[in-house]
């Protein structure tokens, strides 16, 4: 995550970037003709909210991201890195952080959420 943070730094005006085999890239066009797996996409606002989340989450902040929870009809349309990102701040306990793992742990949260 280091040298995504440092990439958003180097260049203020880019908003994404992709990485594929270990490698950066200003377009998904470029990182998909480099060809060496799986490509991720990173945002600048998932950079900045994971920058925050170094130290204690604010209440404020796990209260907005369990609404967002109560709000979502459809996990796995949100971007996997922001799921990560609020499973970190609901302290929600997974086996893993595979995609699937974490879909089905934020339905049954969302569930517990409803029985409240």
Known sequence: MEKIKDYFERYPNNNEVFECGGKLFHTRGAAQSY???EITRYTREQVE???????PVSEKTKESVILKIKETDDFS??????LKIWAKIVELKTADNKKETLLKAFAEFKETLKEK
């Open 35 to 37: 060809g060496k797996g």
């Open 49 to 55: 909210k994971e920058k925050h989340l170094g130290g």
């Open 77 to 82: 349309a949100l971007p996997y890195e922001e």
